[in-house]
């Protein structure tokens, strides 16, 4: 130990700074700071924590040298039109330009598929809620239809398909209340189930049904009841609960339509 | 001004040394304008000849690569007349041409030199930097060096080796950009004179390349003595004489036989038992039934 220091002591020359251009620092301390013990000791192994302690300490040793250099009035920065011979040569970095631009293309083609991918399946995706939406806006159209037909709505509203929907709810409702029509349990069981009714299974000469006898009006049957004595006195009431035959309905569709 | 520091180095190699080590000579050769190139030196030779190559060069330090096995590379640090020498073994060479450094500086322009500050804590590091700092920093005022200053060596100690590298500084506010080459001394012996003398510092974590191959060489085998032996030891498990135990007369005393039971003959069919696996499905079967039987009957 004595020996290397009285070596160097020797050895060491005495020069003014400027000639000798050193710097001994640390490094500069990392703003994104991973805790005390890593920063003492930079692990070996982790390339990219000891590249950038590397880095550190070179950045630590310019940010010093650079100002004391211009105190000493050495310059530091190339004048854009001073051209000299560079350590690597044009070519040299022409090829290391290209590379960087292929490695930069490769990734924007890459990035590009993948969002034609993306795209592509959101377009899917806004086809078949397109479609769909058709779909039931054809369905209600033909259930208006269905309905006017059968003379419930005398309005032609659904003509008119630039009446949005929240105005045409607040029309409908103040009309509705007034109209008479069939109550309205019997109005949402026709919504539900279709202005047709259930037509499958709705004329089967079963033992139910013809056991079930909830559709009989003895009144109705046997033409009696306040009918009778109130036509004359009223007139029309009843007239309204019996069911008129089967050519005056028909009379009476043709007629509406 | 005048060039009053006049320091050359002298770089140059032995016989058999890789493409590699070839461009990194060449490498530093063009970043360090005061350095001179000289041909191949004959392995036959002895290494104080450098010294006498050196003195009829005019150069007063010394760069000298050495390779050995056409594997490892060793690099010589010297002050010629007298001074101390230090032998690295070299590492993890990355050279100019390489694509990934894109850095560039303008050739002879002086650099500046980084170090870490565990370089002024030990003395042999100490002497090291000075080294170092002769060596690797141009004289001012140089005739092939250029003004500027606008790179930046590194010298830093990480895992008891000294890593080199090169920045370009492109800003004033030290944005840095590698320009290459790279290496990785691990410092082996500091000797008092140039290429000789007694032996001022000897470092104890180097480990000779042959000894780290051998070693590589001697855990591979020693696994594989290893598995031989657990082999054999099965084998004799296996092969070992079965010990033949002798029948003891006196274990049949306890035995006592069974009562034997009536034999029983089933003439009716048991009720077998229908495996649930569904409720549900059971409770529909069920109902269809009774269906079944409501509509026959009435």
């Known amino acids: 130990q004595d020996g290397l220091k009285r070596c160097l002591a020797e050895f060491r020359q005495q020069l003014t700074w400027v000639e000798r251009l050193d710097v001994t620092l640390g490094p500069v301390p990392d703003p994104v700071s991973q805790g005390a013990s890593t920063s003492d000791a930079v692990d070996p192994e982790n390339d990219f924590q000891r590249e950038m302690s590397f880095y550190r300490q070179a950045q630590a040793a310019v940010l010093e040298a650079l100002p004391r250099l211009h105190k000493l009035q050495v310059l530091t920065r190339r004048p854009d039109d001073y051209f000299a011979e560079m350590a690597k040569s044009d070519q040299q970095m022409q090829k290391i330009r290209q590379k960087l631009k292929s490695k930069q293309e490769a990734m924007e083609r890459s990035e590009k598929a993948k969002q034609l991918r993306a795209m592509r399946k959101y377009g899917k995706k806004v086809q ?21 037909q059968k003379g419930l709505s005398d309005k032609l509203d659904f003509l008119d398909e630039e009446q949005t929907s929240s105005q045409g709810n607040k029309k409908g409702n103040a009309s509705q209340r007034t109209k ?47 009918g009778k004595g109130g036509r004359g006195g009223k007139g029309g009431k009843k007239a309204l609960n019996k069911r008129p035959g089967k050519r005056a309905r028909q009379k009476m569709k043709n007629r509406a339509r | 001004g005048k060039w009053k520091n006049k320091e050359r180095v002298l770089i140059f190699s032995s016989r058999g040394i890789s493409f590699r080590t070839r461009h990194l000579m060449q490498d530093l050769r063009t970043l360090m304008p005061h350095s001179k190139a000289d041909t191949k030196m004959d392995r036959k030779d002895q290494l104080f000849v450098i010294n006498e190559v050196c003195e009829m060069k005019n150069c007063n330090k010394c760069i000298f690569f050495e390779a050995k096995k056409k594997q490892d590379l060793y690099m010589w640090l010297s002050n010629t007349p007298q001074g101390p020498s230090a032998k690295f073994l070299v590492q993890n060479v990355h050279t100019l041409a390489e694509l990934k450094m894109t850095g560039n500086c303008l050739r002879g322009s002086r650099p500046l030199l980084s170090f870490d500050p ?26 092939k060096s250029q003004p500027f200053v606008d790179h930046v060596f590194t010298f830093s100690i990480t895992d008891e080796r000294i890593w080199f590298r090169n920045y370009q500084i492109i800003e004033e506010d030290a944005s840095l950009v590698e320009i290459g080459p790279r290496f990785v001394l691990n410092l082996i012996k500091i000797f008092q004179g140039s290429f000789g003398g007694p032996t001022l510092y000897e470092n104890p974590h180097y480990q000779s390349p042959n000894m780290h191959r051998r070693l590589i060489r001697l855990s591979v085998a020693a696994k594989f003595r290893e598995k031989q032996q657990v082999k054999e030891v099965q084998k004799i498990k296996q092969k070992g004489t079965k010990v033949l135990v002798e029948e003891d007369p006196t274990e ?47």
Do not use: C
């Not at chain 2, 030990?122 to 170092?132: D, N, Q, S």
């Not at chain 2, 306890?254 to 409770?283: H, N, Y």
């Open chain 1, 180 to 226: 008479k029509g069939p109550n309205a349990k019997r109005r949402y069981k026709n919504q539900k189930f279709g202005f047709g009714g259930k037509k499958k299974g709705s004329k089967w000469n079963t033992k139910e049904s013809f056991n079930d006898v909830s559709s009989f009006q003895s009144k109705v049957a046997h033409n009696k009841g306040p």
């Open chain 2, 252 to 298: 049949v005393v306890f035995e006592t036989p069974a009562e034997e039971k009536p034999v029983e003959i089933q003439l009716v069919k048991p009720e077998s038992k229908s495996i649930v696996k569904d409720k549900k499905k059971l409770r529909k079967i069920q109902r269809k039934k009774q269906k079944k039987l409501f509509r026959t009957e009435g």
């Open chain 1, 128 to 148: 078949v809620e397109v479609l769909q939406r058709r779909q039931k806006e054809k369905k209600n159209m033909l259930n208006a239809v269905k309905k006017y």
């Open chain 2, 118 to 143: 565990m370089f002024d804590q030990e003395p042999h590091y100490a002497l090291l930097k000075e080294l170092f700092i002769q060596i690797f920093s141009t004289p001012q005022y140089h005739p």
